[in-house]
């Protein structure tokens, strides 16, 4: 199985502050990776498709980046909305698997 | 709009079995390949498995293999998660999901992410 590793496990931030979350793979996946925010008890949410493509009706101050094994979620500007719980996924593999998640939260 | 909404989560006794179903609406339900995710208490996300769009195939993980089967009802927009052989560890939160697809060139192509979750439904596995 391919495994992904985020990091960090939790960042604390002050809203307006931008952050980067970082996903690494087991072994090259190219671009198969994707990212979902899960709030406190509410299901996931796509963020980003194939590591940099935007998806509709999320904000733009989410982007995505990375190719092979390194994978970077950033958000511009944090708000208040965006405190929760981060994860990459990978579609490399048919057995697919998600990373463990970045929990952000308020400083 | 799309919806997604599980039912059929509980408590059950070890090594018992539970069905859970999923009722879509808002979209055509046959072009979709469809999933199962889950998420332990407190824990992180898990692919469960994954039907095809017309059920002919479907994939599963290693420690459900045997004794999970994900079906659907193309007719009804239903799609099922039938759990045998309950343990402990299968104690979770259990996510309906859709995977999308894109048409290039005269050919579909199924994408193995997910673009749209379910609120979810519980299942307990105790004595």
């Known amino acids: 199985n391919i495994v992904l590793t985020q990091s960090p496990a939790t960042l604390s931030v002050t809203p307006g502050e931008s952050v980067s979350l970082s996903c690494r793979a087991s072994q090259s996946i190219s671009t198969s990776i994707h990212w979902y925010q899960q709030k406190s008890n509410e299901s996931p949410r796509l963020l980003i498709k194939y590591a940099s493509q935007s998806i509709s009706g999320i904000p733009s101050r989410f982007s995505g980046s990375g190719s092979g094994t390194d994978f970077t979620l950033s958000i511009n500007r944090v708000e208040s909305e965006d405190f929760s719980i981060y994860y990459c996924?990978?579609?490399?593999?048919?057995?697919?698997?998600f990373g463990s998640g970045t929990k952000l939260e308020i400083k | 709009e799309v919806q997604l909404v599980e039912s059929g989560g509980g408590l059950v006794q070890p090594g018992r079995s539970m069905k859970l179903s999923c009722a879509a609406s808002g979209f055509t339900f046959n072009n979709y390949d469809m999933a199962w995710v889950c998420q332990a208490p407190k824990k992180g996300l898990e692919w469960v498995a994954t039907i095809s769009y017309d059920g002919s195939s479907t994939y599963y993980r290693d420690s459900v293999k045997g004794r999970f089967t994900i079906s659907r009802d193309n007719a009804k927009s239903t799609l099922y998660l039938q759990m045998d052989s309950l343990r402990s560890e299968d104690t979770a939160t259990y996510y309906c999901?859709?995977?999308?697809?894109?048409?290039?060139?005269?050919?579909?192509?199924?994408?193995?992410?997910?673009?749209?979750w379910g609120p979810g439904t519980m299942v307990t596995v105790s004595s």
């Open positions: 999901a859709r995977q999308p697809f894109y048409y290039y060139d005269g050919t579909y192509y199924y994408d193995w992410y997910f673009d749209f």
């Open positions: 996924q990978q579609s490399y593999s048919s057995l697919l698997t």
